[in-house]
Each structure stands twice: as structure tokens, then as C-alpha cells.
């Protein structure tokens, strides 16, 4: 008995445990790793994949899958770069439509909860396997990205675009601000919301929320919404980080998100994990992304690497799941 | 033929079982009894190969065995239906019954005019008149049951084990398997018979162990014991059945259902109900039979709303009329559904008590926008306390719950939302006998409190003690109304035979 809360209470934080290892490790190989200039880099450079992470895991909590979320940041981020570089014109009426930096950022949001919305609109609507839905706006966004840029990529956007990207406020950087704005509010909503519980619901057991009187196509465009406009922030700030929109931004995002969802204990058939796991998920692979560039571990092998962890995490929860 | 001798189990230092012995003889029916948690499954899952740890030994056919896997213990001869099903349900019957033991051709290609074949007598045998290519997912719980036991027959087996067999057929499928029993008897197979509901004991077994808390409480054979002596044993204390007090009807309808109407939409266009008409009065608890297929679920799923686009009716609450297109909006009327299937419609399984108790009333234990853990907890005590919900505390998970405390939860969770109508489909299907009466009583107290009440059952017995008034369901229409005066076993029964013409 003693052995085994043991063991579940030390499931609990075994992404932690991991995640401490990891960084111990890679202090001891690295002398690179452990500096505040370093510290600040990974934090920037996983901003982004948490916020995706963040829909993600609502997503999966209602045992779905958004693979679209990569297009949906690529399209998002090429709507707000191209507004904002050249705004909307009608030459034959003489009209021209500029567009202020709120303005463009809230198009670029608003593009991305759209696509969002239509994903969650197909799925339950028409019953398409989320799976399905969401690869063919996989393809449909990347495609709308490519017409939108005609395959270049658009740059150059400003000192004040690109603050967001660069910038910092009270000595922390904007993009981690926005992650941790994200972070916050996905965590009050699963928690403290009657949304929150919803969501658990319909992934523990859709006939039973049902009955309950809860309304599943509502709760799951509200979540298949919310994923496509966290996507869409998430392009924002890769786009002003690089001061380019760039028409292949966020190829397999999707799977970098998954792969933060499933490390941070989330179960992939729904009802089961926290946004919290995610957040240390995420900031798992952008360690390990960090560290084995660090150690000059060739690319190739960089990505073996990283399945394998994606597998032993896995592994490891089912294991301590079996022991509860 | 198979002996258990001083068998003795521990989960996470709980004791399950301890010093239990047992012998099975050839050509006799052993019914094990006890309340849930007794430890009747975890005997049958050593006896079965689920569980290969345990004290103690087995000896079957004068060899001590012990079975690492169920596989193992099929092999020898030791086959059992599990309470649970175990059915894949996008399979067919035939796949279903030979899962894992396939025929093959000469080729080592699947032998499926052998299956079928061989799956077609066994449904024949087993007077379940389904094509064997039928998927599980189309057939109804009961048919499901009777395929489960089919697949313990496909293996010639010589120790067959059910576990609450009948729980969820109907009196007619119950005779035909007693039928089946019979002759596996006459085959000379020993058989080990688990159920709660004892009046099938006594028509069917041999002998009996009772097991109380893990322990052998009693054993010995059918004749000369009777219902209240083993009810004692089993809960170490009387239990009477529960007797209606004075029943005060209202007489104002609370419910009116008239023309309701339900064609499948397969494309079949096949009736499911016809045209019922039938009402409620505040404080009345209406009983609805009907044998497997009569259409008692169906018409409580149309009275819900979960049928908006196959089901015609016209439904008016308190003479208010009102179109019920799903389930939210049933409950925002009033009307609420404890459904026959709790685990698989009742409740989220993983999440805690607290959780599912409130799932319907999250609107009412908010502030500012936010759930409130104080208005949660609060809710969800009230209702722990006054339907006794035996739970370690409200955040524990529902699966590690009783079957009676799971069915009080669900029951928790839609009174909680304050209904005028209470629907409740075999509310005490797979509940021990304690259990039962308490959910009995239960359902005497809301309808004493004013509300109607709606109980469908297979269990005659159920139906004559909680009914003011029976209706009796066959092929889709209401063939027989009765007071609890008038109503008796014969004639409902007659009345929920199909008439074939």
C-alpha cells in the first residue's frame, strides 16, 4: 500500500524529476547550458510551441487532435504580416485600407480562430473524425498560406512588430509574457470553469456528458476555436521574431505539440491531464532541443533522439497508470 | 472435478479473499452468492486464470493447476462469461465467438463458412434469432449477453463459469438459458452459477456457497434453505422487502405524452414505438415492463430528446407543451434520465464523485464566471448525505465505487438538477440486495416528495414493488395497463408476450 502511493505520488512529478535530470546533465557536459543567456533562449524559443501545446491539450482532453495547428500558424502570421506591410487596396475603386499594429494582430487572431472554428463546425456538424478534419485544413491553411505570400516570404515589418518578438518588459521577454498570459488562462479555464469540467467530460465519456445536459458541439467548436487562435498568437510571435512571415513557418508544429502534450501525461483518448504537464512537456523537448545542439549532436540523430524520449515518457506513465 | 482449497487473495494489502474452499461436482449447478464486494469475482478470476498470484491451490481433475492466464485455464477445459462484456464491438458475432481461436482452411486462410456455420448452431441453440454476421455494436445488451455465453459453449468446456449471467436479459431470454443449464447439467459440466437475484437460485442450483467479506460464511445444498435464511447470511442481518406505505397520488397530470412515435432511421423504416399515449401524475410512480425489445429504452430516450429527428410525439409538462430536441433541454423541462447503462452513459468513470454529482448543475455553483469550490463541496455533501453515498470522500474516483453507490451517484447528479420527472431504466441492475432496497426506498421518498416517476424493468418483482401503476410494453406498443392492485406476474407477463400473427 505505502509502496504504491508512494509511486503515484511520485508519478506526479516524474515530467519534474525528468526535467531536472535532464538539466543536470546537460550543466555537467555543457558549459554553455547553465548561463542566464541560455536560460532566456529556451524560454524564448518554446514560447511558441506552449502556446500551441495549450489548444492542444484541450483538444485532446475532448479525444481529439488539431494537426492543423502548424498551417493555421503559418497562415495566421502571413494574414497579419502582409496587412500590415500593405494593408488592403481596391486600385479600381481608389481604396485603400491600412492597417494599425492591433489591427493586424487581432486580423491575424481572428484568421486563425476562424480556420479553428470551421475545424470544430466539419466535426461536429458532419461527424468528420477530428483526424480527418484537421489534416485536410492541414493542407487547405498551408495552401491559403502559399497563395496569400505567393511563396515569398514577407518581411521587414517594423521596429514595433517586431518588438513583440525581440522585445522585453520588466526583465522578462514579451513571448515569454504571452506564454505565460496562455498559460494562465487555459489553466483557470480547466480548472475553475464550467468549460473546464465540459471538457473533461466529453473525454471521459461523451454518452454520459450527453445525458448530462451538455451541449458537446458547443464545447468542442468553443475548444477546436480556441486551438486554432492559440495557433494564430503562435504565428504572430514566430513572424515578428524573425521580422518575416515565411510561407513553410510551422511545419510540423503539430507533431512538437503533440509530442509536449503526450510527455506532460495527457492521455491521447481523452478526459485525463493538465496544462501544467504540457507546459513542463513542452519545456522538455526545447531542453533537449537546446541541449543537443549544445553538445554538437549531429541533426540526424538529434531527431532519433527526441522520438525516443517522446517513447520512454509514454511508456513510463502507462506504467505508473497501471500502478494506480 | 475441481477442488479450491483454502484460496486466499490480497489487493494492495486488502484483503479480498481468505481461506476459501470450494468443490465443483460434475453434473451440478454451485451458485456462489454474496454482496458486491464479497469477493465473488475475484474467486472466479483465480478459478478462470485472470488472477495467477493468489495462497492456496487448486486442483482440477486431481492435479494440483494453476492457470497463469485465461487462456490457459480455457484450454483445460474452464470457460467464463464475464459480468463484464467482453465484446468487440465492431466485430461480428462470428468473429466475436471465435476471437483468438479461429478456424483455418488447408491454406491457413480463415475458414469462415466453418464459423458461420458453427456460430449459426450455436445461436440456434441458444434460440437467439440474429444472422451470425451481425455486428455486437447493432445488438442489444441482452443479445450481447447471450453471444458471451455462446462463446463459453464453443469450447467444449467442462467447468463453466457465469458471473450474473442474467443481469441484463429479460425474463424470456432467462428461461431459455435455464434451458441451456439444464443440459449442459445433463452433459455432465459443472457449472458455477453467480447472481444477485436469488429467486433464480433457487430454481436453478444445486448448492451454494455464501461468501461475505471474503470469507465462507455458509454452504450447503438448495433444498431446505430459503430466501430469508441466505439473505441473512449474506448480509449478516435481515433485510426485508420493502412494503409500500400509504400511497397519496396527486391528481393533476405532471407528465402528457400523446402519438409518440419512433421509426428507425436505417432505412429499414422499421416501427420502434407506435403511437403511444400515456401520462403521469405528480407523486406517482409509474411502472413500464416489457421483454427485451419491447421499446422500454427507446421510449425513454424519446422522452429525453435523443431522438429529435426519428421520434414524432407531443410531450407537455404541468399542460405546457414542449418540444424536447435533446437532452439539455429535457433537463432545462425537468425531465431526467438514470440510465440503464451507468458505466457507459451514466458516468465519467475517471473523474471524482464531486464531479459527476454536480455535472449537471455547474451553472449553479458558479461566482463571478468561476465554479466554486465551496458551493461544489456543499452540493455534493448534501447529496452524499442524503442518499448515503458510501464514498471515502467526494474526491475519490467513481470507478472505485460500488455498483449501488455508482447508481446513487448518478441518481445524485440528476435529482441535483432539480427535476419535476424522474426516468429511471433498470435502476437496480448489477446492485446487491441491500442496495436495492435502499434505492427502493429512495424512489418511494422523491415520489412522497412530489415527484413523478418513471420506472422501466425486466425484473417483475421490481416493477410490483415500486409501482402505482404498471404499463406493460410489447414490439413497440403498450399492450396492458394495471393498478398496483390488479397488477400480478401472470398477467403482466401475458401481456408483454408478442402476439405473433
Redesign the interface.
Known amino acids: 500500500?505505502n509502496i504504491?502511493s508512494q509511486r503515484v505520488k511520485l508519478a506526479k512529478f516524474q515530467s519534474t524529476i525528468a526535467l531536472l535530470l535532464l538539466c543536470i546533465f546537460l550543466s555537467i557536459l555543457s558549459d554553455k547550458f547553465l548561463t542566464v543567456d541560455n536560460g532566456w533562449n529556451v524560454l524564448r524559443q518554446i514560447s511558441v510551441n506552449i502556446c500551441i501545446s495549450v489548444g492542444m491539450t484541450l483538444v485532446v482532453l475532448t479525444a481529439g487532435i488539431d494537426l492543423s495547428v502548424g498551417s493555421i500558424l503559418a497562415f495566421s502570421g502571413a494574414v497579419a504580416a502582409g496587412l500590415l506591410k500593405s494593408g488592403i487596396s481596391f486600385p479600381e475603386n481608389d481604396l485603400f485600407i491600412g492597417f494599425t499594429l492591433l489591427g493586424t494582430i487581432l486580423a491575424g487572431v481572428a484568421t486563425g480562430s476562424f480556420l479553428g472554428f470551421f475545424n470544430g463546425w466539419v466535426i461536429t456538424k458532419f461527424k468528420v473524425p477530428p483526424f480527418v478534419a484537421t489534416l485536410a485544413m492541414l493542407t487547405v491553411a498551408r495552401g491559403f498560406t502559399m497563395l496569400w505570400t505567393k511563396g515569398y516570404p514577407i518581411s521587414s515589418l517594423g521596429t514595433n512588430f517586431a518588438y513583440i518578438g525581440t522585445g522585453w518588459f520588466l526583465g522578462i521577454p514579451i513571448l515569454v509574457w504571452i506564454a505565460v498570459v496562455v498559460v494562465i488562462a487555459a489553466m483557470?479555464i480547466s480548472n475553475?470553469?464550467?468549460l473546464g469540467?465540459?471538457i473533461?467530460?466529453i473525454g471521459?465519456?461523451e454518452?454520459?456528458?450527453?445525458?448530462?445536459?451538455?451541449?458537446i458541439d458547443k464545447v468542442k467548436i468553443i475548444v477546436y476555436t480556441l486551438a486554432g487562435a492559440l495557433a494564430a498568437i503562435g504565428g504572430i510571435m514566430v513572424t515578428s521574431r524573425l521580422d518575416s512571415a515565411q510561407p513553410n513557418a510551422g511545419m510540423s508544429y503539430e507533431l512538437d505539440a503533440i509530442a509536449a502534450v503526450v510527455i506532460g501525461g495527457t492521455s491521447l483518448s481523452g478526459?485525463?491531464g493538465t496544462i501544467i504537464g504540457t507546459v513542463l512537456g513542452a519545456i522538455i523537448i526545447g531542453v533537449l532541443n537546446n541541449g543537443l545542439v549544445l553538445l554538437d549532436v549531429s541533426p540526424f540523430w538529434q531527431q532519433v533522439v527526441k522520438g525516443m524520449v517522446i517513447l520512454l515518457a509514454v511508456m513510463i506513465d502507462k506504467a505508473n497508470s497501471k500502478a494506480e | 472435478m475441481l477442488t479450491a482449497e483454502k484460496i486466499g487473495k490480497k489487493f494492495?494489502?486488502?484483503t479480498a479473499l481468505c481461506d476459501v474452499s470450494m468443490e465443483l461436482l460434475p453434473g451440478k449447478v454451485t451458485a456462489i452468492i454474496g454482496e458486491n464486494g464479497a469477493g465473488k469475482s475475484t474467486l472466479m478470476k483465480i478459478l478462470s486464470g485472470v488472477y495467477p498470484e493468489y495462497d492456496g491451490k487448486i486442483i482440477y481433475k486431481g492435479e494440483e493447476v494453476r492457470f497463469e492466464n485465461p487462456r490457459e485455464a480455457q484450454a483445460c477445459g474452464i470457460a467464463i462469461i464475464h459480468q463484464e462484456l467482453n465484446l468487440i464491438p465492431d466485430l461480428s458475432i462470428t468473429e466475436n465467438i471465435f476471437l483468438g481461436r479461429e478456424l483455418e482452411n488447408a491454406w491457413g486462410f480463415l475458414d469462415k463458412n466453418g464459423m458461420h456455420q458453427k456460430t449459426q448452431e450455436l445461436l440456434e441453440r441458444l434460440k437467439l434469432d440474429v444472422k451470425p454476421n451481425t455486428l455486437i455494436r447493432d445488438l442489444k445488451l441482452g443479445q450481447q449477453q447471450v453471444v458471451e455465453i455462446a462463446k463459453a459453449l464453443l469450447t467444449d468446456s467442462e467447468v463453466i463459469i457465469m458471473d450474473e449471467p442474467t443481469s441484463a436479459i429479460s425474463d424470456h431470454e432467462v428461461e431459455i438459458l435455464f434451458g441451456i443449464i439444464e443440459n449442459l447439467r445433463k452433459e455432465n459440466k459443472a457449472i458455477v452459477y453467480i447472481s444477485h437475484k436469488l429467486d433464480e437460485l433457487f430454481k436453478i442450483a444445486d448448492s451454494y456457497i455464501v461468501l461475505r467479506d471474503g470469507k465462507v460464511t455458509e454452504t450447503g445444498t438448495m433444498d431446505g434453505v430459503n430466501h430469508d435464511l441466505i439473505i441473512k447470511k449474506m448480509v449478516g442481518r435481515d433485510i426485508k422487502i420493502i412494503e409500500k406505505g400509504n400511497r397519496i397520488t396527486k391528481s393533476e397530470n405532471l407528465l402528457n405524452v400523446e402519438n409518440l412515435t419512433l421509426v428507425k432511421k436505417d432505412g429499414s423504416n422499421r416501427v420502434l414505438l407506435d403511437n403511444l399515449n400515456f401520462s403521469l401524475k405528480s407523486g406517482e410512480i409509474l411502472g413500464i415492463f416489457g421483454l427485451m425489445g419491447a421499446g422500454r429504452t427507446e421510449l425513454l430516450e424519446c422522452i429525453?430528446g435523443m431522438h429529435p429527428s426519428a421520434c414524432l410525439s407531443s410531450v407537455s409538462i404541468e399542460n405546457k407543451k414542449v418540444k424536447l430536441k435533446?437532452?439539455?433541454e429535457?433537463?432545462?423541462s425537468g425531465i431526467v434520465?438514470v440510465?440503464e447503462d451507468r458505466k457507459?452513459?451514466?458516468?465519467?468513470?475517471?473523474?471524482d464523485v464531486k464531479?459527476n454529482i454536480?455535472?449537471?448543475t455547474?451553472?449553479e455553483i458558479?461566482k463571478a464566471?468561476?465554479?466554486s469550490k465551496s458551493k461544489e463541496l456543499a452540493l455534493t455533501d448534501k447529496y452524499i448525505d442524503s442518499l448515503q453515498i458510501k464514498t471515502s470522500s467526494p474526491h475519490q474516483a467513481v470507478k472505485n465505487l460500488s455498483g449501488g453507490n455508482q447508481q446513487k451517484v448518478v441518481l445524485a447528479?440528476c435529482l441535483a438538477?432539480q427535476p419535476k420527472v424522474l426516468m429511471l431504466d433498470e435502476p437496480t441492475r448489477g446492485v446487491d440486495a441491500g442496495a436495492k432496497n435502499e434505492i427502493y426506498k429512495l424512489i418511494m421518498e422523491l415520489s412522497e416528495a412530489g415527484l413523478g416517476i418513471i420506472v422501466v424493468s425486466s425484473e417483475l418483482p421490481e416493477i410490483l414493488t415500486v409501482s402505482d401503476r404498471v404499463l406493460v410494453m410489447a414490439e413497440g406498443k403498450i399492450t396492458a395497463e394495471f393498478s398496483s392492485a390488479n397488477a400480478n406476474e401472470d398477467a403482466i407477463l401475458k401481456a408483454a408476450i408478442p402476439q405473433t400473427i
Open positions: 500500500m504504491t483557470i475553475k470553469t464550467a469540467r465540459y473533461y467530460a471521459g465519456n454518452n454520459a456528458a450527453k445525458l448530462s445536459g451538455i451541449n478526459g485525463r | 494492495s494489502g486488502i429525453l435533446s437532452p439539455r429535457a433537463i432545462q434520465l440510465p457507459r452513459d451514466g458516468l465519467v468513470l475517471g473523474l464531479t454536480t455535472l449537471s455547474l451553472n458558479q464566471g468561476l465554479l447528479r438538477t
